[in-house]
């Protein structure tokens, strides 16, 4: 009942009382909760566009949703749940992340883009629980994801990421928690998205193990009493990363508002009754509404970041273990920090698509202004506690975009900047894709087209960087210029999604053989194509995915030339509301020089001229068993089945061996209440 004495249900129809029961006393009155309704989204980060993504509730697949390497095993990591890793597919590294030291780290890091924000008519919460091992030596995570509307605009919610990897080698422990809070406002004139996220990333070193014959030919060696016993290069090493970010992207829409036509059935349930009774067709009515048409929206986007990275060292090898080629401060102990702050706001203008016949398209105006301080340690050892250096750098860009998201058949969006002042003077971004829908028979067909084209400065961090044992300032870094295209087709009916690309890299910056940034003054090529081809008879499924890959350039940009991955299993359902996923798979890649890692900066980096290893020609099979029960999904995972086998090549970074056989379990709730 409202103030103005109309009677509305919970969807704002008003209520005719002389269709009502008598008996309203609340002691009768049956209440019945509402079906549940949610959808999601993500938002561009420098203007806020929303694009509506599935709801986080699929149950296929679910028993790899916790691997450092990937749903597909796409990444090199160093074995432990939580440790640094890196795409060994070149078309999936990303160079935007807020400094070096958390690129590693994506795994458990997100940006506001990938965030998932959630409207929904009942309040959603989900809790996912996952583990593997022992208290020893084994791994556990929480996830934890909330959302609730106070009406049907604002929503706002948290979420708490924690997870605990003990590893299965020594010193190799990880320690990781994420907490945040969000909220989101869909009106018809102000939009608004916000978010604050907290991570903290700690994580034992151990520099990889001594000998690898310790996995790879156990009988020549002599007997440790297990894994967590084989001698490794650090002790009483970590790194520790601190991150958090606060983001909010708003608009105003101004536009109009006119008069349409729409046809419902009918409400009113005396008519609804007659005509069961006499048709099976249901009345319509047909109402005239007003509905707000937006022309030009302006947005305010701003975000602030601070990374703080230290490297602890209490005990350091020296002599023919050494591992550091240089100390700069201080003999068999490192006591590293360095600290980044940024703080970006962009101003744009949009005038909107689809406001008459003739806005086919939506054309927005930006200006971006980041300011960002760095803070390095002081190198001068002459000074007895020297202050430490900071170094400030403004950046201001103008931009634009050109997009049509309306529609079904053809999407396309154009995004460019280039920079007017401080550090962004020549610098230059140009993206673009287009997305073509067609039907082909009973299929739906999508292609997919994308550009880029870029002129940009190297990350601060790979121009300066001081610490005990690496020590750059390189001013004379030039601009990495880099054009690529890649096209895409997807078939669903045929479970084919095709994919190919080039890329031209001119200046490529990397990590060279001694852990140092170094830059590549010719140009460099890749090329790639990926499909992902998937077989059905019946119950029994075949999910298949291969990556061809070739760089002009091994020697600086090593990458194998296939990457696997083979998915076997059965599906079906038990009865009604119990879905069973049943089978095993595999990932694959082909033998190459894979990057090493450098621990006192969290880097991979090209294998030392003395210590090359091929990494790769191992597969690493896993059996599961998946099973969803209404809003609960569970997974029992048997992890690297094939330990011990074949060549033993259990490695995907150069002497950090991957966990043996394992049993993982996995467990997700969802509540609608």
Request: no cysteine; charged share 20%; aromatic share 14%.
């Amino acid at each position: 009942l409202n103030q103005d004495g109309t009677m509305r249900d919970q969807y704002g129809n008003q209520i005719d009382p002389a269709t009502q029961p008598d008996n309203l006393d609340s002691t009768h009155v049956d209440i019945q909760s509402l079906p549940p309704k949610l959808y999601m989204w993500t938002i561009s980060e420098t203007l806020g566009e929303r694009t509506i993504i599935p709801a986080d509730t699929a149950s296929l697949n679910f028993q790899s949703t916790n691997l450092v390497e990937g749903m597909q095993g796409h990444y090199n990591y160093l074995g432990n749940l939580g440790a640094p890793r890196q795409s060994r597919l070149f078309f999936e590294r990303r160079n935007d992340y807020p400094t070096i030291f958390i690129a590693p780290l994506s795994f458990f890091y997100f940006r506001p883009d990938q965030f998932k924000f959630t409207n929904s008519n009942v309040p959603f919460t989900n809790l996912t629980y996952y583990k593997a091992g022992s208290r020893i030596n084994g791994e556990d995570r929480f996830k934890s994801y909330f959302s609730v509307n106070a009406n049907k605009r604002l929503a706002f919610g948290f979420n708490i990421d924690y997870l605990y990897g003990r590893g299965y080698y020594s010193n190799q422990a990880t320690s990781h928690f994420n907490a945040g809070i969000f909220a989101s406002y869909i009106g018809e004139k102000y939009q608004m998205h916000a978010a604050y996220n907290n991570f903290f990333f700690k994580m034992n070193e151990n520099g990889g193990i001594t000998d690898d014959r310790y996995i790879t030919r156990p009988e020549e060696m002599e007997d440790v009493g297990g894994n967590q016993y084989i001698p490794v290069r650090l002790e009483e090493t970590s790194n520790r990363n601190h991150d958090f970010f606060v983001y909010l992207t708003h608009r105003y829409r101004l536009g109009f508002h006119r008069e349409v036509t729409k046809i419902e059935e009918t409400q009113d349930p005396v008519a609804r009754r007659k005509a069961e009774r006499d048709s099976t067709a249901i009345p319509k009515d047909t109402l005239i509404v007003e509905e707000f048409v937006p022309v030009t929206s302006f947005i305010h986007t701003f975000k602030i970041e601070r990374s703080n990275h230290r490297f602890r060292s209490g005990s350091e090898p020296t002599g023919a273990d050494a591992i550091y080629d240089n100390t700069y401060l201080q003999e068999g102990f490192s006591r590293d920090s360095t600290l980044a702050l940024s703080v970006k706001n962009v101003l744009g203008i949009s005038l909107l698509e689809g406001f008459n016949k003739y806005a086919k398209a939506g054309l927005t105006a930006y200006i971006s202004h980041k300011f960002s301080r760095y803070t390095l340690m002081n190198m001068d050892t002459t000074i007895a506690n020297p202050r430490p250096v900071h170094y400030d750098e403004q950046e201001v860009f103008v931009g634009g975009e050109l997009s049509k998201r309306q529609g079904k058949l053809l999407h396309y969006n154009v995004n460019g900047e280039i920079g007017l002042a401080g550090e962004a003077i020549g610098q230059f971004k140009v993206n673009g894709d287009i997305d073509l829908n067609f039907r082909l028979g009973k299929d739906t067909v999508n292609f997919y087209a994308r550009g880029h084209v870029s002129n940009l400065l190297p990350s601060f961090y790979m121009r300066h960087y001081h610490s005990n044992h690496f020590t750059w300032d390189n001013d004379d870094m030039k601009k990495e210029f880099r054009t690529g295209v890649e096209g895409e087709l997807n078939i669903d009916r045929w479970g084919t999604n095709l994919r190919a690309g080039m890329e031209n890299i001119k200046n490529y910056t990397y990590f060279d053989q001694n852990a140092l940034p170094a830059q590549h003054s010719g140009s460099v090529q890749v090329l790639s194509a990926t499909l992902n081809q998937n077989f059905k008879l019946g119950i029994f499924h075949l999910d298949n995915e291969i990556t061809w890959q070739k760089t002009s350039n091994a020697s600086i940009l090593p990458l194998p030339d296939f990457s696997l991955y083979h998915n076997f299993y059965l599906l079906t359902k038990l009865v009604k509301v119990l879905t069973v996923q049943l089978g095993a798979d595999v990932r694959y890649f082909t033998s190459y020089n894979a990057p090493a890692y450098m621990p006192a900066t969290q880097q991979f980096h090209l294998q030392p001229e003395d210590d090359q290893v091929k990494i790769g020609g191992y597969p690493i099979v896993n059996a599961y068993l998946n099973i969803h029960l209404k809003r609960t999904r569970i997974f029992v995972m048997m992890y690297h089945v094939n330990a011990g086998m074949g060549n033993r090549q259990s490695f995907l970074v150069p002497h950090y061996p991957i966990n043996p056989r394992l049993l993982k379990i996995g467990i997700s709730w969802n509540f609608y209440d």
